[in-house]
């Protein structure tokens, strides 16, 4: 590490005028050590550490300049400033086309690939709060990772073969520009301080991590896109104004919205469904026709809305569901009961609690699915006992008390009775 020959009180004056004026200084040419003025990339840090990565192709002249005057042009430099202040850290690479990578903080969190040397390398945050010139590398850069810094914008438009953002736990991100970026395949936003996400020019995205929000107002526009999307997550933004386009994602195989504001049907059509979280919405109706293939070992959980209609119909794969706390009728519970149990599979699990309670039918069916595994919670309603007959009331289970218990101990399944929650099994 070395000094670059500059005055450093020169260099103080830019960072004032850079922090408090205006931030076209990071932009001009400078003139280091005599030589040919070029654009840079600059990193503004706040921290007493700066340890970037980057990762390039072939030979390049890569030039690093830091807030203390020390230089270096390795890919990951390590400097020490002694204190913790603000500082403006320049880059400059030639060709920039050399540049595939940008790492200011990565641990792997929320789903990303797992941190190497061949991926995206583990790094802390390097409390950078802003950067400038990346449109530099905008022709090449493929990986930008900032997880857990203090940034709190970024523009990645015309990032024609840009594939991967980490910015996860960025609370202060804002803002982020995502224009004609066509390459784009995952973007990680959980836990920023996003109010507007613009997907509409992001075609090939598969994987979206949109969770915990920050913001007052919470609003994504997927335009068209949604053809190769896999996996989402915008999970616990009750500030969601809008509705998610469900019919655009084909290829979905995860869907976690739960405690986001979403109301009317919830109604998924991709054959490739392996696990939904809908609960705390207010969803009136949830349609899963024909997401479910056989073999597919599914889970659904969709508790604490509206429901008063759920349609399960060609889903043999569905083998964990939980409708808890919802508005299902003693129809739509038979229904529910009959169906999986037309399945024939096993070892499943199902939780109708809080709904109606089953007819005789839907018990019958409940006792089927028991038999082959199943771990079932239904309610229970016991209006009175007749002490010699059955009640001819579907609503009424059994003419005595102790056969009522007998009944549940047989068919091994959960109940609600007089207000109480028991498990009426051995």
């Known amino acids: 590490m070395k000094k670059a020959a500059y005055n450093n009180s020169l260099r103080g004056y830019y960072l004032i005028k850079i922090l408090g004026i205006t931030t076209l200084a990071l932009l001009m040419p400078m003139s280091i050590a005599g030589a040919t003025s070029y654009a840079n990339i600059t990193f503004v840090t706040n921290g007493s550490l700066f340890s970037p990565m980057i990762t390039v192709t072939g030979s390049p002249t890569i030039q690093w300049i830091f807030g203390d005057g020390s230089t270096s042009n390795s890919t990951s430099p390590t400097v020490n400033f002694g204190s913790a ?32 040397s061949s991926t995206i390398a583990y790094l802390a945050k390097q409390n950078v709060i802003a950067v400038s010139g990346l449109e530099n590398v905008a022709p090449s850069l493929q990986v930008w990772a900032s997880s857990h810094n203090p940034i709190t914008a970024l523009d990645f438009s015309n990032f024609t073969v ?124 949830a349609v899963f026709s ?6 597919t070992n599914a889970t659904v959980n969709i508790y604490d809305n509206s429901l008063s209609s759920l349609d399960i119909s060609n889903d043999p ?24 149990d037309s399945y024939k599979t096993k070892d499943g699990y199902l939780d109708l609690t809080g709904n109606a309670a089953p007819s005789i039918i839907g018990i019958a069916h409940a006792n089927n699915l028991t038999n082959r595994g199943w771990k079932i919670q239904v309610s229970l309603k016991i209006i009175k006992l007749c002490q010699n007959q059955w009640d001819s009331s579907p609503d009424y289970l059994l003419h005595r008390q102790e056969h009522w218990h007998n009944y549940i101990w047989k068919i091994g399944i959960w109940g609600w009775c007089d207000f109480h929650f028991k498990k009426f099994i051995s």
């Open 162 to 285: 840009l594939n991967t953002i980490e910015c996860f736990y960025c609370t202060s991100l804002t803002t982020i520009g995502l224009h004609n970026v066509p390459s784009l395949t995952r973007l990680c936003l959980e836990h920023c301080n996003i109010s507007y996400l613009d997907l509409s020019e992001t075609p090939s995205l598969a994987d979206l991590r949109g969770a915990r929000q920050g913001s007052s107002t919470y609003t994504i526009n997927w335009g068209a896109t949604g053809n190769y999307i896999r996996h989402i997550c915008v999970r616990d933004n009750a500030q969601m104004t809008n509705t998610l386009p469900l019919s655009q994602f084909p290829l979905l195989r995860q869907f976690y919205n739960w405690n986001d504001n979403q109301n009317g049907t919830l109604h998924l059509t991709s054959t490739n469904l392996k696990h939904v979280e809908s609960s705390n919405n207010h969803y009136n109706a």
């Open 85 to 116: 202040r603000t500082r403006v850290n320049t880059l400059v690479v030639t060709p920039w086309s050399s540049v595939t990578k940008i790492n200011i903080g990565y641990d792997g969190s929320d789903g990303g690939v797992t941190p190497s």
């Open 317 to 340: 794969g569905l083998t964990n569901l939980d409708v808890h706390n919802n508005f299902l009728n003693q129809e739509a519970i038979d229904r529910t009961l009959q169906t999986l």
């Open 290 to 295: 024909g997401c479910f293939p056989i073999g």
